[in-house]
């Protein structure tokens, strides 16, 4: 509708009512403008003459009252839009990535109900998490809410994989968020390429976020997986992935210095089904609320680690709450337990104060129910070493995790040192030395991301040669790698391996 033909419907309507005096007086004041040049005679009855005017123009007035009502209706029919759209819309969680804010997560809670208080008190029905999801989310295609995917679907790489695999993951939202776009440490590049080259008979593949559903079904992992920090991401991402491929789940921030086809032999000949490490199994006390070491697994496929990932999609599914939740300890250690129910507990560890985070010893999680009914498995075998005697060298803490840097020929005198040795150099004569010609030491792991050797470059980490890195990588065979970052790692498998000492089998006890 054109100006003029909305001036002159208007002047319509205000001659059908100038009779009512009431409707009248409500109406603004309407000026009639005959001619540019004419000059303005208001009076009170020009309200009147406004209706016989059939040249009358509209006046600034009467223009901004005619576009503030049509704003007013515009906003109100909006309004009245977004309400019906909210109304009709279901009702979903609001949370913001745990990494990203601290591990603060902001829920929005269904009126009258409340989502579980911890991830380790999900009752069976109103309290569990899997309740609330179906409340909040995914009610008429509840399976392809939570897995992204329409019914069941194999993952794209089930069934074209070795079970001798080594699994790493990696993830850092800001430098490495895809496969196509990470930039790693050059730590971790180097120990990537150690264990490429010490990988033996074994495959190695590094898992990243947007490869993830390649290997495993989302279904398997905690509810919003990609929300949990990127260390938890990998633990009960190792714990899928053993379940269906079994392998070597191995962290990258360890030193390989010899491939692991000895210890899977080993596996294979006393015929068990797990191979790793648990703290307090050589008798030494521990004073961290922690036991089994999520950063060496070593297991058949479909073995125990099929029971883990129950736990953590049951146990934990809202895990991404609880940042500083141990997923890797908290789902293997009560399997492990339930096989052995010899091995040491965190509890009963003196030495531990913070017994609340403590993994549970044994499983299933009945409390206060008849220990009679539980039972212990006599069906599968376990190896387990401590992981003090091999890998967690005794001074791996010490100068704020940064041993890498230590040097070989140092004499000074370690402050806080371990009973085992004063300095460096005697830390490496008498504890790095004997432990990997005896065959106990295969890698070396480097907690905390190696500490002050992560901010060391490619270039630095490998001419320093007296360092306790560089001669980690001669042990290992890997001191003749490039200064330059190869565009493509080479295979070359060690064959010379020393005999491992004698290591204890655990088998279930009959009670």
């Known amino acids: 509708m054109g100006f003029q033909a909305a001036h002159d419907k208007l002047k319509g309507a205000l001659a059908k009512v100038q009779v009512d005096s009431d409707v009248t007086g409500l109406l603004p004041r309407y000026y009639p403008v005959t001619s540019s040049n004419s000059s303005l005679e208001v009076d009170e009855h020009d309200d009147l003459k406004a209706g016989s005017s059939g040249s009358s123009k509209w006046t600034v007035p009467q223009l901004f009252f005619t576009c503030s009502l049509l704003c007013f209706l515009l906003a109100a029919g909006t309004a009245a839009g977004l309400v019906w759209g909210y109304a009709m819309t279901p009702r979903r969680m609001q949370q913001c990535p745990g990494p990203g804010f601290d591990g603060q997560v902001l829920d929005e809670v269904p009126p009258g109900r409340q989502l579980s208080n911890a991830a380790v008190n999900n009752d069976e029905d109103d309290g569990s998490c899997f309740h609330e999801m179906m409340l909040v989310g995914g009610r008429e295609h509840p399976f392809e809410e939570i897995t992204g995917v329409k019914g069941h679907i194999m993952p794209k790489m089930f069934g074209k994989v070795r079970e001798k695999t080594i699994w790493s993951y990696w993830y850092d939202p ?23 080259l010490n990988k033996g008979t074994f495959d190695f593949h590094i898992v990243y976020m947007d490869t993830v559903r390649n290997w495993v079904s989302m279904l398997e992992l905690p509810l919003q997986w990609q929300h949990l920090q990127p260390v938890r991401q990998k633990e009960a991402l190792m714990n899928s992935l053993l379940a269906r491929y079994g392998g070597v789940a191995l962290d990258l921030s360890t030193v390989l210095l010899r491939p692991l086809d000895t210890m899977w032999n080993e596996m294979l000949l006393h015929r068990a089904t797990f191979s790793g490490y648990m703290y307090r199994v050589n008798g ?3 004073g961290r609320p922690e036991a089994s070491a999520p950063w060496f697994l070593m297991s058949r496929r479909e073995g125990i680690f099929s029971t883990a990932v129950r736990n953590q999609v049951v146990n934990y599914c809202d895990a991404f709450r609880f940042p500083d939740l141990t997923l890797g300890d908290r789902t293997l250690t009560p399997v492990l337990g339930s096989i052995n129910s010899s091995l040491p507990s965190c509890f009963e560890d003196q030495t531990v104060w913070d017994k609340g985070n403590c993994p549970e010893p044994v499983q299933p999680r009945l409390y206060g129910s008849d220990a009679s009914l539980i039972s212990p498995r006599t069906d599968r075998r376990l190896i387990i070493r401590d992981p003090r005697d091999g890998p967690h060298l005794p001074f791996a803490y010490l100068d704020a995790f940064g041993m890498g840097t230590w040097r070989v020929t140092d004499t000074s005198k370690l402050l806080g040192h371990p009973p085992v040795c004063g300095s460096p150099s005697e830390c490496w004569q008498k504890v790095v030395l004997p432990r990997f010609h005896s065959g106990s030491l295969v890698s070396v792991k480097l907690f905390r991301k190696g500490g002050a050797l992560s901010f060391r470059t490619r270039e630095e980490l490998l001419t320093d040669e007296n360092s306790f ?32 000492p004698a290591t204890t089998t655990f088998r279930a006890k009959t009670k």
Do not use: Y
């Open 174 to 196: 800001v430098d490495c968020p895809s496969s196509n776009n990470c930039k790693m440490p050059d730590l971790i590049k180097l120990c990537a390429e150690v264990i490429e």
């Open 284 to 286: 030494q006390l521990w």
């Open 469 to 500: 890195f560089f001669n980690w990588l001669r042990l290992a065979g890997a001191d003749h790698l490039p200064l330059r970052e190869p565009t493509t790692t080479t295979t070359t498998p060690l064959t010379t391996l020393t005999t491992r």
